[in-house]
């Protein structure tokens, strides 16, 4: 099947490590020119000469942001549309939420996380949308979480983080449709990463159980009972962002077992 990817040119933030890296490796598969964006310039240095060997027809820059310091956002927007030449998709991957219940977290957190996403990647989307309406097949898509949907516990910055991604994800694309930009949210359930090893041990510490007991206990909650890889999230994050899925837009896909509970 044609995607329509090859020589499209992509930003992807949060690319030095997990969902993001993946995401960037599969596109890098697809012949997708990509800016790799993250605070750690080293991992996003090794991710770009890593591509770089193994698809030598593939374009990719390492490029620095924080989305916690806005100052840093525009200029890695600019830098990274001069080096592609252009931009057909942005990958709002960056973010996460610190684990904890509601009076355990200290305003610092708050202030902290929610700066990144979806504050964060606001500011990224707004840089970047001026560069996306030149293209004839523009693309966002944003990594929410299932949280968004159903808070659960240690979760509770989780869901609202998670749930103002997917309110913004559905403005953008009532905005941008009129521009031909189509906007999704991907949400991954707990994805094998370093976050879930945290939850592991939380799990286990919580009900004094070992680790291995843990990990079946919280996949016990998952209907197929595996872990999501990061793959899983990048298998779709290729087909929302080829030319077979321009019809989809201002929706939310769970990625998650089947564990989320609501319709």
Not at 41 to 55: K, S, V
């Amino acid at each position: 099947m044609d995607l329509g990817l090859t020589h499209r040119k992509a930003i992807i933030s949060g690319a030095n490590r997990g969902i993001g890296r993946s995401i960037a490796l599969a596109y890098a598969a697809e012949g997708v020119h990509l800016a790799v964006l993250g605070r750690n310039r080293e991992a996003c240095n090794g991710l770009a000469q890593e591509i770089g060997q193994a698809y030598p027809n593939v374009k990719c820059v390492a490029v620095y942001v924080d989305l916690e310091q806005p100052a840093t956002i525009k200029p890695a927007v600019e830098e990274s549309v001069k080096a592609l030449g252009g931009l057909d998709i942005l990958v709002n991957c960056a973010g996460g939420a610190y684990r904890g219940r509601i009076t355990e977290i200290p305003d610092e957190m708050w202030e902290r996380y929610f700066a990144v996403k979806p504050l964060g990647l606001i500011r990224m989307t707004r840089e970047s949308v001026p560069h996306l309406e030149k293209s004839d097949q523009a693309r966002i898509i944003n990594i929410s979480g299932t949280r968004g949907r159903e808070p659960g516990p240690n979760s509770a910055m989780a869901g609202p983080i998670n749930f103002g991604t997917l309110s913004v994800t559905k403005a953008m694309a009532n905005e941008f449709g009129a521009k031909g930009i189509t906007v999704n949210a991907i949400a991954p359930g707990s994805t094998r990463t370093r976050r879930w090893d945290e939850l592991v041990s939380i799990t286990a510490k919580d009900h004094g159980i070992s680790l291995e007991a843990a990990e079946k206990r919280l996949l016990e909650e998952v209907p197929l009972g595996i872990v999501i890889e990061p793959e899983d999230i990048s298998d779709l994050a290729v087909f929302v962002a080829s030319a077979r899925a321009r019809a989809i837009s201002g929706t939310c896909i769970n990625v998650d077992g089947g564990r989320t509970r609501s319709i």
